[in-house]
């Protein structure tokens, strides 16, 4: 089996103990505390449960075909920005050290992945270094925003400048939308992610980030949200309003859709079509949201019609390719 043949998910959520029982009730998950949780709901418990553990996990990914998963924090239940900027480093250093003690325990079936305080620039480059360096960690799990600041801001540009020199992978997913009415009916989640990965999307665009970081290798979670699903307005305003697009080289909103990666957790396999006829297969990777996604995610893309060739890029070739998967799984 080559790399090209592997089954590979992007999106699989994981949790560390003392991470997440420090974060318990701080997090969208319930408001930021505005509806606390004594107990997870019912039905909820037992997946919780199987994030802690790297062989259960790994269990599920046998069950489903899954070859490799790169596993990160679950930021909606364990996100730690809401801490100071110390105690958001120790946190997260804690959950680095669990992504690299994962990754060496299982080299062929996990991918770890780190989290930065990035309120923090000085504390997020040091342990961006130490994660890469020491821990040998490659991708880098970040949400939409801190603080209320998105990702394309010029106070973030020295991460960026870490990331493009050292050629990592940062996989893009919210912590959650801190406006209090999405709390109804849990639009926070339905509704809210996808608005933070479009308000991200842009922020990176229209900032320039994109443009001046060709080979950024940036995957948004979710498919990118509503943004690549709404370019004729986003056209029109291009036109009409030039002075919006000064940073982007003489490109339009659009062009920059290509320098995205995206993961295939939509739901509706009518949506990845018209993803794939906007970006196409080759900036595709396979993400179940696990544990609470796809039971079958090849299947699901065979349903959106992925076959062949296609097929095989999405479902774990293009994935193999960004993180340099070269030794096949045996």
């Known amino acids: 089996m080559t790399s090209e043949n592997l089954v ?15 974060s318990t009730n701080k997090t969208v998950f319930t408001g930021f505390g505005a509806n606390p ?26 069950a489903r075909g899954i070859d490799m998963s790169v596993v990160t924090s679950s930021t909606v239940l364990q996100g730690t920005s809401w801490a100071d900027a110390a105690m958001d480093l120790a946190l997260c250093q804690r959950c680095n050290a669990q992504a690299a003690e994962w990754a060496v325990a299982y080299p062929k079936r996990l991918v770890g992945s780190m989290v930065l305080p990035l309120q923090d620039m000085e504390r997020s480059l040091k342990e961006l270094r130490r994660a890469n360096d020491q821990l040998g960690l490659r991708v880098i799990n970040v949400s939409s ?37 999405f709390q109804n009916f849990g639009l926070w989640n339905s509704l809210g992610q996808s608005i933070e990965e479009t ?4 922020s990176l665009i229209y ?19 509503y943004f690549p699903h709404y370019l ?13 697009v000064k940073h982007l080289g003489g490109q339009s909103p659009r062009d920059f859709l290509s320098h995205f990666y995206y993961d295939t957790c939509v739901y509706d396999p009518r949506v990845l079509q018209v993803l794939i006829a906007l970006v196409g297969t080759d900036r595709l990777v396979m993400g179940s949201d696990y544990p609470v996604g796809e039971k079958n995610p090849v299947q699901w893309l065979q349903q959106a019609g992925l076959q062949g060739d296609a097929l095989t890029a999405v479902a774990g070739g293009n994935a193999a390719k960004l993180l340099h998967i070269s030794t096949p799984n045996t």
């Open 8 to 22: 590979i998910d992007f999106h699989v959520h994981a949790l560390e103990s003392t991470v997440f029982k420090s």
């Open 37 to 62: 949780v004594t107990e997870p709901r019912p039905g909820a418990k037992a997946l919780m449960d199987r994030m802690f553990h790297p062989e259960l996990i790994i269990e599920d990914m046998d």
């Open 145 to 181: 925003s801190y603080q209320g600041i998105y990702l394309g801001d010029a106070r973030y540009n020295p991460f960026w400048d870490e990331v493009a020199a050292k050629d990592l992978t940062v996989w893009v997913h919210p912590e959650g939308v801190e406006d209090p009415w």
């Open 199 to 202: 308000k991200c999307m842009a």
């Open 207 to 225: 900032n320039g980030v994109m443009a001046r970081y060709q080979n950024l290798k940036v995957v948004m979670a979710h498919g990118g949200g």
């Open 232 to 244: 004729g307005r986003i056209d029109r305003n291009a036109v009409n309003r030039p002075e919006t």
